[in-house]
């Protein structure tokens, strides 16, 4: 791994050994061997996303030493799914986790879930008593998954002087070599009036949040439960920003500099009493917890400490949240769906995946295709699922409620036959949603029924829960599937009486075909492999993909795709105009379609027509405008712009382009973000300041002259 992150894995050593002596396998093993060896007290099993191949024998052996999962990953990650499975392969039943969140992102083990969070070395994230020579600092990933990092740096940029440490990902050791860390980057913070950061699209606690105040600095950050709970608290010893008052609440405090000075005082003085590495005992204490009371309890977290007691009720969360924004996105998609409205539905589900690819929100994708009668589409998300669990985490087997979508497309298709020997594969995981597919193959098959489960069995957690449906209304959707995809046949042999439905058995086994189970062990193999594609066809696409790039797009259009992706466009973008040979028109499209927070975009081929209705309607809402080049000499009133936060303007280097461009920038307070004069006929990206909006012209009698 790079430095950085074996940095972060030392300190999570470093504050284990603060409580044990600490012993670290990081190779394949014989549990049996290392127990009796070293005769460990407690053992922890680490899985997530830094996880590869991994192999524990006998771990059966040594039932009286406790077992706890260490779930090292994000919240909204696929690597959830590797980690449940390992935890099953290692008969592992409680866990411990450093996000926050994860309760929230894993609801079917949130009951045997508690965070040992993120902490920070004393030694190293101090107060050096170093000038503060850099206004604000912008450090850290600017992924889509970082949506308020994002939106509040593009709005610091034009105010204040900032420094910016770009984040060269988390793979090639040669780029990650160049990152600051440790003491040189608390150095680099003490030396710096503000920074910001946010906890991703989960509304997590990560590092820098305790990074930022422990080195003296003031930390600027989304207010969010989780940062609550850890004792933040606005303008007391942190600054709860977004966009919109983030210039404001940074300049007052420059202007009142004691004031920042006992914010900044108050957020140090709170890292450095509860969030040390010597704070984060949780281990322990769950440790003398099971020692005293045994496995079978509940346990509360208390913040801003997290210190750990027995429950009087059970509790379901570790702490006091409210949804991530991809939460809030995969509600809105089943909700759509039960009112029947597809087209929402897969917006929603769409726009939780511009953020990053959560296998929620991929589920969601896979049904809402299958309700509509694609079930190409749904092979396809669900492909990618499984190679994001099987191949890339390498995962020994895929999540329940995964593979019983797997069995639900294939009949979907009308092959019963790999249906069938789907449900036969991994007889030991149990899950309620695959249980149902099992019984629905046997229905249809009409093979001998088992009603109990094989020796062994036992039920296995989901990542990606389905809401709950009683037996009625699950097999009513899926005849909805069934219907849609082409396959009426299946559907009639389905359409059982309530009492019939409700004697489908939880299990059912039987055989299939030799040609099936190789249908489905080539499947496997490829997912496993990366790839649904044959050999042949993944070479040939890996030769053309970079012809393909050359030919449809260039360096500014990436640029301008990701620009508008990542724009925080409140609800609705317009497009003026919208020529299907330009690029940029291409590009302006194509990112509005993946930015998870346009929900409308209007399009406008003869912006005489009627642009003042369509452009001032709800005038106070935020908005993207495009300006076409064919559109620019059509637009006889600037105003019409008044209520853009963000102008892409096409045609500059013509008399009309030019004569919107100049008005923008010297009489209606538009900054430029970015100018290509030889590209498109001279293009520009203009964003309005707050200052420049409220002086306005409100009317155009009040216009400057015209240009």
């Not at 090639?172 to 913070?189: D, F, K, Q, V």
Request: proline share 6%.
């Amino acid at each position: 791994m790079p430095a950085f992150l074996q940095a972060h894995v030392q300190e999570q050593r470093r504050s284990l050994e603060q409580f044990f002596e600490v012993v670290v396998i990081d190779a394949d093993c014989d549990y049996d061997e290392v127990c009796t060896r070293i005769r460990p007290d407690l053992c922890l099993f680490e899985s997530g996303v830094y996880a590869g191949t991994r192999v524990i024998y006998n771990t059966a052996t040594h039932p009286g030493i406790p077992k706890l999962g260490f779930l090292h990953a994000d919240a909204f990650d696929s690597s959830r799914a590797a980690f449940v499975a390992d935890m099953a392969r290692w008969d592992v039943h409680w866990f411990v986790t450093t996000s926050m969140a994860m309760a929230e992102y894993t609801p079917e083990i949130a009951g045997r879930l508690f965070v040992w969070p993120n902490a920070i070395d004393p030694a190293v994230f101090r107060d050096y008593g170093l000038t503060k020579n850099v206004p604000v600092l912008l450090t850290g990933s600017q992924a889509s998954h970082y949506p308020w990092r994002n939106a509040v740096s593009r709005a610091l940029v034009p105010e204040f002087i900032t420094m910016n440490t770009p984040h060269f990902g988390w793979n090639s050791e040669s780029a990650t070599g160049r990152m600051l860390i440790g003491e040189g980057y608390s150095r680099l913070l003490n030396a710096s009036s503000f920074a910001p950061t946010c906890g991703t699209i989960a509304q997590d606690v990560v590092r820098k949040h305790l990074e930022i105040p422990a080195s003296m600095t003031c930390l600027v950050t989304e207010r969010t439960a989780s940062i609550e709970a850890f004792g933040f608290a606005d303008m007391v010893n942190c600054v709860f920003a977004d966009e919109n008052d983030v210039v404001d609440k940074l300049s007052h405090l420059l202007d009142n500099p004691h004031e920042l000075d006992r914010i900044t005082r108050a957020g140090h003085r709170l890292v450095h009493d509860h969030h040390t590495l010597a704070h984060r005992s949780q281990i322990m204490q769950w440790f003398e917890l099971v020692q005293s009371h045994g496995t079978q309890i509940e346990i509360a977290q208390q913040w801003p400490n997290g210190a750990l007691s027995l429950a009087a009720r059970p509790r379901h969360s570790p702490a006091a949240s409210r949804p991530g924004r991809d939460r809030q996105l995969i509600s809105n998609g089943w909700s759509a769906l039960q009112r029947a409205d597809y087209a929402t539905a897969q917006r929603e589900f769409v726009r939780c995946l511009s953020y990053f690819f959560i296998p929620e929100g991929a589920i969601g994708l896979t049904y809402t295709s299958l309700l509509q009668g694609d079930w190409r589409a749904a092979h396809d998300w669900l492909s990618r699922l499984q190679i994001a669990v099987l191949s890339h985490h390498q995962s020994a087997e895929p999540d329940p409620v995964h593979w019983a979508f797997e069995i639900r497309v294939a009949l979907c298709r009308g092959d019963v036959h790999s249906a069938t020997a789907a449900a036969l594969m991994y007889p030991a995981m149990l899950h309620p949603e695959l249980d149902r597919m099992r019984a629905i193959v046997a229905t249809l098959t009409g093979q001998n029924r088992e009603t109990g489960p094989q020796a062994g069995a036992q039920r296995r957690y989901s990542i990606s829960p389905v809401p709950s449906l009683c037996l009625a209304d699950w097999h009513e959707h899926l005849l909805v599937m069934l219907q849609a995809c082409g396959q009426p046949d299946l559907a009639t042999r389905l359409g059982l009486s309530d009492s019939a439905r409700r004697s489908l058995p939880a299990v059912r086994r039987g055989v299939t075909s030799p040609r099936a189970h190789h249908r489905l062990a080539v499947r496997m193999s490829r997912l496993k492999r990366g790839s649904t594609l044959a050999p042949v066809e993944r070479w040939l696409r890996a030769r053309l993909s970079p012809y393909k790039q050359r030919v449809t797009g260039t360096g500014w259009s990436r640029y301008l795709h990701g620009f508008v992706q990542g724009e925080p466009v409140t609800r609705a973008a317009i497009l003026l105009g919208s020529d299907s040979w330009s690029r940029s028109s291409r590009a302006v499209q194509r990112g509005l379609l993946d930015n998870p927070a346009v929900t409308e975009v209007s399009v406008l081929d003869t912006p005489r027509q009627r642009p003042a209705e369509l452009v001032r309607q709800h005038s106070q809402e935020k908005r993207l405008i495009f300006v076409a080049k064919s559109a620019s000499a059509l637009i006889d009133d600037i105003g019409v712009l008044d209520t853009a936060t963000t102008v892409i303007l096409e045609g500059t280097d013509a008399p009309a382009g030019y004569r919107i461009f100049a008005e923008l920038t010297t009489a209606r307070g538009f900054r430029i973000v970015d100018q290509r004069p030889e590209w498109g006929g001279g293009i520009v990206v203009l964003r309005s300041s707050p200052e420049g909006y409220k002086n306005r012209p409100q009317s155009p009698d009040q216009n400057g002259p015209s240009l």
